[in-house]
């Protein structure tokens, strides 16, 4: 079985800091990793992924993920967080070995960006 | 360029209503899903279609069915709605090829059964 866990409900951080948004993985085999980002009611929109490779994997909007096989990591990070980039992050993963083409979402973190 | 489309927005049934929830992708897709978001939970599958003329069973699939009419539209049934089905619904759509490809999302559907 693959899952996905986001151990944060929400992150509170000021407008100019780092950021960052941590999901841990489980799956029988390798990963997909994927973080997606949804605004207010609206549909979730992909963010970045991790297929294989350079374990630090940059996406939109200035996001990055660090994938970590040892600790089953994939926190997604931002060197200087906007006002506009408060939302709710969902992490999700599809287990290779399984060919399960759906993912597997986590329960979601709130970004709190304070101006 | 309207991507996913789904209606209605907003839907309120009461007990034991029908209803089917439709979602079209113009983007040429060939696999379609059904997922539900409630409050902690994140996003949970109800069903998915690799491909026209074939579904599958999610995480959550009890209480709905769906139909893969051809490539674009992928629609979702409640028979007899329950108060437990009270969530967003959402569809979404991938390219076949390669397992790593991302999904594309609708804006959803909030359904509240009464």
Same mark, same amino acid.
């Given at each position: 079985?693959?899952?996905?866990?986001?151990?944060?409900?929400?992150?509170?951080?000021?407008?100019?800091?780092?950021?960052?948004?941590?999901?841990?993985?489980?799956?029988? !085999?390798?990963?997909?990793?994927?973080?997606?980002?949804?605004?207010?009611?609206? !549909?979730?929109? /992909?963010?970045?992924?991790?297929?294989?490779?350079?374990?630090?994997?940059? !996406?939109?909007?200035?996001?990055?993920?660090? /994938?970590?096989?040892?600790?089953?990591?994939?926190?997604?990070?931002?060197?200087?967080?906007?006002?506009?980039?408060?939302?709710?992050? /969902?992490?999700?993963?599809?287990?290779?070995?399984?060919?399960?083409?759906?993912?597997?979402?986590?329960?979601?973190?709130?970004?709190?960006?304070?101006? | 360029?309207?991507?996913?489309?789904?209606?209605?927005?907003?839907?309120? $049934?009461?007990?034991?209503?029908?209803?089917? $929830?439709?979602?079209?992708?113009?983007?040429?897709?060939?696999?379609?899903?059904?997922?539900?978001?409630?409050?902690?939970?994140?996003?949970?599958?109800?069903?998915?279609?690799?491909?026209?003329?074939?579904?599958?069973?999610?995480?959550?699939?009890?209480?709905?069915?769906?139909?893969?009419?051809?490539?674009?539209?992928?629609?979702?049934?409640?028979?007899?709605?329950?108060?437990?089905?009270?969530?967003?619904?959402?569809?979404?759509?991938?390219?076949?090829?390669?397992?790593?490809?991302?999904?594309?999302?609708?804006?959803?559907?909030?359904?509240?059964?009464?």
């Amino acid at each position: 079985a693959q899952s996905v866990a986001q151990p944060e409900d929400q992150v509170n951080v000021a407008e100019g800091n780092p950021l960052t948004v941590k999901c841990t993985y489980s799956v029988s !085999g390798n990963p997909y990793l994927f973080w997606y980002v949804q605004y207010p009611n609206r !549909g979730l929109q /992909f963010l970045l992924k991790y297929i294989t490779g350079d374990n630090l994997v940059k !996406g939109s909007y200035g996001f990055e993920a660090e /994938f970590n096989k040892s600790q089953t990591s994939f926190h997604l990070k931002k060197p200087s967080a906007l006002v506009s980039d408060s939302a709710l992050y /969902f992490c999700a993963v599809r287990d290779r070995r399984t060919g399960r083409r759906a993912l597997t979402f986590g329960s979601g973190t709130r970004l709190q960006v304070q101006p | 360029n309207a991507g996913v489309t789904q209606t209605p927005k907003f839907q309120v $049934l009461k007990t034991g209503q029908s209803m089917t $929830l439709q979602c079209a992708q113009d983007m040429n897709h060939n696999s379609m899903y059904w997922y539900r978001q409630d409050p902690g939970m994140g996003l949970r599958l109800i069903y998915y279609s690799a491909s026209e003329g074939t579904t599958d069973k999610g995480e959550v699939p009890n209480g709905y069915n769906v139909s893969r009419l051809n490539k674009r539209e992928f629609s979702l049934r409640l028979e007899s709605a329950a108060p437990s089905q009270t969530s967003v619904y959402f569809c979404a759509s991938s390219e076949e090829q390669g397992e790593w490809s991302p999904l594309h999302f609708g804006n959803g559907t909030r359904l509240t059964v009464t």
